[in-house]
């Protein structure tokens, strides 16, 4: 991963063959919960691309040159983001794991993407910080504040399957991606939080039967959030490798467009 970038051109152009790399942001500590998270580097990989992890745990000096370099941006899920960005409760008891300084890398990892004009896909918690870092709120707990009839929250080895169906716009580019549509999707779940108010920029282009915010896209910034975790799906259901293969080539696109 080290020598693709490092070979982002010397004289101003690389190699058109080299695969895209594609940067995640992740939360090491929360691996031992998120086992699953592992399969995102196998489905980058067999998606086409090359995974280039990185820690937010901790402040990440100068990430925006980081992210300057690579040709896509996943960022991916984990604990609750800080409510103090979206005027929550920071003493609610149903919160976990609450890093500020993983939602601010994630921040400034986001903003690096814009810049540079490359694609940019949420995942989970990714997909509730972009929302509020672009003016929308979230739901703290869905059992307490949304109670709606669709089970959103299972168990870790859950995630192996789908576990609900969203209706996909059949004119998103996710719906393109995936190669499915309508409101018979399935997807599978682990979040206790949720999109309450979207942000005014995007565009909602899946929901459960339930009525809550499944996927988002705005299409000006080469954003695409979904709320699910198609990282995992990759390996037994085609529709989720479509959507990581989706995402990588319009990642190489942008790269040989650039180059």
Not at 45 to 71: N, S, W
Not at 211 to 231: I, K, N, S, T
């Amino acid at each position: 991963m080290a020598t693709g970038i490092a070979d982002h051109g010397a004289a101003g152009r690389e190699p058109v063959t080299r695969r895209p790399i594609i940067a995640l942001t992740y939360s090491p500590s929360e691996l031992e919960i998120f086992y699953h998270w592992r399969y995102m580097f196998e489905g980058i990989v067999a998606a086409g691309g090359v995974p280039l992890a990185i820690d937010c745990d901790t402040k990440v000096e100068d990430i925006a040159t980081l992210v300057g370099r690579v040709d896509a941006l996943i960022i991916g899920g984990g604990g609750d983001v800080d409510p103090e960005l979206y005027g929550g409760d920071p003493e609610d008891p149903t919160l976990w794991d609450v890093n500020p300084v993983r939602d601010e890398n994630e921040r400034l990892a986001w903003e690096a993407a814009r810049a540079a004009g490359i694609p940019v896909l949420a995942i989970c918690r990714g997909s509730q910080l972009l929302t509020v870092l672009l003016g929308g709120d979230l739901y703290a707990d869905l059992r307490r504040d949304f109670d709606g009839p669709v089970s959103h929250r299972s168990t870790e080895e859950a995630l192996n399957e789908c576990t609900h169906t969203i209706d996909l716009d059949p004119s998103s580019e996710l719906a393109g991606w995936m190669g499915a549509s309508g409101p018979e999707v399935g997807v599978n779940s682990q979040h206790h939080q949720g999109i309450r108010t979207p942000a005014g920029e995007v565009t909602i282009v899946g929901r459960s039967a339930d009525g809550l915010v499944e996927a988002f896209e705005w299409p000006e910034a080469q954003l695409v959030a979904v709320q699910w975790h198609p990282e995992v799906l990759w390996s037994t259901d085609e529709h989720h490798l479509g959507l990581l293969r989706g995402f990588v080539e319009k990642a190489e696109r942008g790269r040989r467009a650039r180059f």
